[in-house]
């Protein structure tokens, strides 16, 4: 079955009208049946331009009209943009192509899941009552995962209050590229092993695979260095540069790159869990599906935050701790109120066949 030539391409930029007003660039593409897909590119302040101008002028001309049997064959329009925004033209693509099939886009992907169990953030607090208190929600929320972000100096002893009040807890400490080989960096990473964490992931600067590699035989927690190719990846595969691996579509470059990604990452033993990225539920829709492949062992980030505007129906939300794979309806699975949409994006473009 031929999915029939893409003949429309619309862009929104979008802002969230209260909160902190996250900006996302959303994507909708139209076969000629009448079939939509969509996808999101989040962006963060400042950062909207480059990925607008990869849409209007290189990847959705290169999409209008385009002959294809399946989304893996847009690939080379995914690459005339930089990774966020051929994440946006992925996702689209893959939805349409499931919408015009009747599939839900999890079991085109080779899911297996029926839901996903979900995990939370906690960004850094100056004061630990804080940090205690807000992992607190975040388990009374149903959470089993928490990633708390920890630099030098902050480190073990936040990890320790989590882990002294909560011992069975998935934890996973976020480096954020902040540590060296240094010897007191060294002795803090190690220190933060004691602490049965999940992983540490990013604590060596992105691109240093060999600095993860020396330090993964050292410690019995798992590294998860930043992955944002497949290149990278089969590099880090090489070292044995850790063995954890944190799915993120717009690092990757949408789902075609991701599933393939879990797929290396599963054969090689490595535990894996998926984040969505965006604040209009279209990217969280995505990593629900990918969520669902069966290599993903560890709870992932894939849920909406619960009280803001709603954009997809139904909302991405986790209950318990658990967020439903969509397996009745075709594509990501959920209505998007393109109307809405449309009234609060603040620049519009079209293309058509």
Known sequence: ?????IHGCDAFRVTMPRGRRPE?????????DGAVGWGEAAVPGGTADPVWADI?????????????????????????????????IDVACWDLWCRARGLPLA???????????????????PVLETVAGRVNQAVGAGHTRVTLDVRPGWDIE???????????????????????????????LEGLDAYGLVAIERPFPPGDLT????LQPRLGTSVAPRIGDLDTLDAALSLDAGRALHLRLDRLGGLTAARSAHDLAYAAGWDVWCSGSGAFGIGQAAAVALAALPGCTLPSDVSDPAGGPVFVTPP???????????????????EIDEERIARLATRRMRLSA
Do not use: F, K, N
């Not at 996302?24 to 000629?32: E, T």
């Not at 294809?68 to 925004?85: I, K, T």
């Not at 899941?113 to 979900?118: E, G």
């Not at 969509?326 to 959920?334: A, Y």
């Open 211 to 214: 600095a993860h590699a020396r």
């Open 56 to 88: 209007e002028e290189r990847m959705g001309p290169a999409l209008i009209g385009l002959d294809w049997d399946r989304p893996e064959d847009v690939s080379a329009a995914a690459d005339l943009g930089a990774r966020d925004a051929a994440a946006a």
């Open 1 to 5: 079955m031929r999915v029939p030539r």
């Open 316 to 334: 991405v939300r986790s209950s318990g701790g658990v967020v439903g794979v969509p397996l009745t309806q075709p594509g990501l699975g959920h």
């Open 107 to 125: 079991h085109a992907l080779g899911g297996t899941r029926t839901s996903i169990v979900t995990g939370a953030r906690i960004s850094p607090e």
């Open 24 to 32: 996302s660039v959303l994507v909708r593409l139209a076969g000629a």
């Open 158 to 188: 936040p990890v320790r209050v989590i882990r002294q009040s909560y011992p069975a807890l998935a934890l996973v400490a976020d480096a954020g590229h902040a540590y060296t080989e240094s010897p007191e960096h060294l002795a803090a």
